[in-house]
C-alpha cells in the first residue's frame, strides 16, 4: 500500500506533497511498519533575510546554517535550482528543513534541505524556540529575531499552554508578516502549534526517576525540559 504524503499549506488544510531528499518529516503508521501517512513539515518558507557569512543565513529573523562537510553532521541537500551555498540570494522565497538546536543563548536551524520556490506560497512559516512569552491584552512572544502575535490565533494541541523554551511552528498569511528594523520581523500569527516531528526516547529507573508513572492515565500531559532548556509536552 502506498502511504499519503501531505504537507499543511494553511491552518488546517493539507494538501498533496512530495518527499525529497532531505526533508524534514512526521510519520503517521497503520501498523508497525507500515505508514499511512507521511507529513512533509518544512522548519521555515519565507524569503531569506540575507546572505551574512558562508553557510550562515536569516530567514524571518531565525538563523539557518548550511552544512557541505559530512563529518559536522548530515549534508544539506539543495533543490529548485540551488546547487550550492554560493547560489543562494537575499530575497530568495526558500522552503528549509532541518534540525532545530539551541546553542549557547540561541536557537538554529542545522538545515537538511533548502529549496528555492518559483514564488512565495500564501501563508509562511516559522520554526523557533519561544522566548519573551506575553499574556494579557496583545499576546505574543519573540522566535529569534521575529515578533510573534498571537491574538485570535488557535495554538494546537488543543489544551496545551504556551510557555517559553517551547518549540513552535507558526503559520501566517504572507501579508501579515512586515519588517520591524533590518534583520528583524513583525508577524501576526494564523495559527501555532506546539511541538516538533520526531520520536522522543527517555529512560530511567521506575522506582526513582519514573516512579510517577504508576499514577498517570491514558490523556495527561508530560512536559519535559531538556538540558539545552527546550521544554517539550506529550
Not at 554560493?86 to 536551524?109: K, P
Amino acid at each position: 500500500r502506498t502511504a499519503t504524503v501531505v504537507t499543511e499549506v494553511a491552518p488546517g488544510v493539507d494538501a498533496n506533497a512530495d518527499v525529497k531528499l532531505g526533508d524534514r518529516v512526521a510519520v503517521e503508521y497503520e501498523t508497525p511498519g507500515v505508514a499511512r501517512m507521511v507529513r512533509v513539515d518544512a522548519a521555515l518558507i519565507a524569503r531569506i533575510d540575507a546572505v551574512t557569512a558562508p553557510g550562515r543565513l536569516p530567514v524571518l529573523g531565525q538563523q539557518v546554517a548550511i552544512n557541505v562537510d559530512g563529518a559536522l553532521g548530515p549534508i544539506t541537500q539543495f533543490g529548485g535550482g540551488y546547487m550550492k551555498p554560493a547560489d543562494l540570494r537575499a530575497g530568495d522565497a526558500v522552503e528549509v528543513h532541518g534540525l532545530l538546536v539551541q546553542q549557547g543563548g540561541s536557537a538554529q536551524v542545522l538545515a537538511t534541505r533548502v529549496e528555492r520556490l518559483a514564488t512565495l506560497p500564501g501563508y509562511v512559516r516559522a520554526s523557533g524556540i519561544v522566548s519573551s512569552l506575553q499574556s494579557g491584552a496583545v499576546p505574543g512572544f519573540a522566535l529569534g529575531a521575529l515578533a510573534v502575535h498571537i491574538a485570535g490565533a488557535p495554538v494546537l494541541p488543543a489544551g496545551i499552554a504556551l510557555a517559553n523554551g517551547q518549540t513552535v511552528t507558526v503559520l501566517a498569511l504572507a501579508a501579515n508578516v512586515t519588517p520591524r528594523t533590518p534583520g528583524t520581523w513583525d508577524m501576526v500569527a494564523a495559527q501555532v502549534r506546539i511541538g516538533e516531528p520526531g520520536t522522543a526516547v527517555v529512560s530511567a529507573h521506575r522506582d526513582t526517576h519514573f516512579a510517577f508513572l504508576e499514577d498517570v492515565v491514558a490523556g495527561d500531559l508530560i512536559s519535559i525540559t531538556r538540558d539545552d532548556g527546550q521544554l517539550f509536552t506529550y
